[in-house]
């Protein structure tokens, strides 16, 4: 068994609304794989995106956590509070010349022939942007082969040229991007081992790469399944996914461990949520989710 200092892991949920039963199936995963291992589990608010921001969706999320027993280590870790640690590393990728201005809009790639997933390169030579002009940051990708071992999908290797081409770590609105801020923000948790949907195992080697740029380790990663809809659409909020009930916690948690294939017995449908965590953690083996894509509640 591993100890807690080995062992860092985290759930960062964004505030845009309450939290669906993708999104606890997720944190459910993240909470037994660290507690199994006598590890650390963390929580991060990813508010850095305030357009997308709800009010009242953090204390939202908080309250369901801890109404199903999903109790996080230390203080709460707010994106929002460390915007100054986003700009030192983006000036320092620009001192070394890693990064270039766009001023590309979304509607001129999108009326370009071939993929419009794989930004061809239009700003990377560009010498200078018209006083004024709004416009993003690129980080150059180049030929490199990104590899890395996840503990259920196996050997994942992606060309980050080939697969999308230069991409944004700061909007030109001025909001940082996903990759970059999960990337410090890991760095600065001390994450080791990070739990997360297979939705974002696309992410992964491009957040390897920034890894690799500022010199920062790279945790180990496990991307389980995700959930779908009868319709075999991801729950999320943009598919209207409805908002966990704090009604029946038990009943549901009960069913996020079937769904995690973990085959808790028949007779724990009658327990609390701590009794069902506490079987959960001494049982918890991801192996039965192995190369498996998604999961339907039915």
């Known amino acids: 068994m591993a100890d807690a200092q080995s062992y860092v892991g985290r759930f ?20 037994l794989d660290a507690r199994a291992r006598r590890g650390l589990w963390l929580l991060r608010i990813d508010d850095i995106d305030t357009p997308r921001n709800v009010p009242g969706a953090v204390g939202s999320i908080l309250k369901t956590l801890e109404a199903y027993g999903l109790q996080w280590d230390g203080a709460v870790y707010y994106e929002s509070q460390h915007l100054d640690d986003y700009e030192q590393a983006l000036a320092r990728l620009q001192h070394e010349g890693l990064l270039y201005p766009c001023v590309c ?6 009326e370009l022939p071939g993929r419009h997933d794989i930004y061809p390169g ?5 010498i200078a942007i018209p006083a004024g002009q709004p416009y993003a940051l690129r980080a150059r990708s180049d030929d490199r082969d990104i590899v890395f071992e996840d503990r259920l999908q196996g050997l994942i290797c992606q060309n980050l040229a080939a697969e ?44 390897i790469f920034l890894q690799q740029l500022l010199g ?16 075999g659409y991801k729950l999320s909020k943009q598919t209207l996914a409805e908002a966990v009930t704090l009604r029946n916690a038990p009943a549901v948690m009960f069913k996020l461990l079937e769904l995690l294939r973990q085959k808790p017995p028949v007779e724990l ?16 083996d991801p192996l039965p989710l192995n190369k498996t894509r998604s999961v339907q509640p039915g």
């Not at 920062?216 to 319709?231: G, K, M, R």
């Open 269 to 284: 449908k009658q327990a609390s949520c701590p009794e069902l965590l506490d079987w959960g953690v001494r049982n918890w």
């Open 12 to 31: 960062a949920p964004s505030p845009t609304g309450p939290l669906h039963l993708g999104s606890l199936y997720t944190a459910l995963a993240s909470f």
């Open 105 to 110: 809009s979304r509607k001129r790639l999108a």
């Open 164 to 207: 999308h081409g230069d991409f944004i770590l700061k909007r030109k609105e001025g909001i940082v991007s996903y990759q970059l801020a999960c990337v410090i923000d890991d760095h600065l948790q001390g994450i080791t081992h990070v739990v997360r949907g297979l939705d974002l195992v696309d992410s992964t080697p491009r957040q």
């Open 216 to 231: 920062l380790p790279t945790p180990s990663y496990l991307h389980v399944p995700i959930i779908i809809d009868s319709h």
């Open 122 to 126: 239009l700003c990377r030579n560009r």
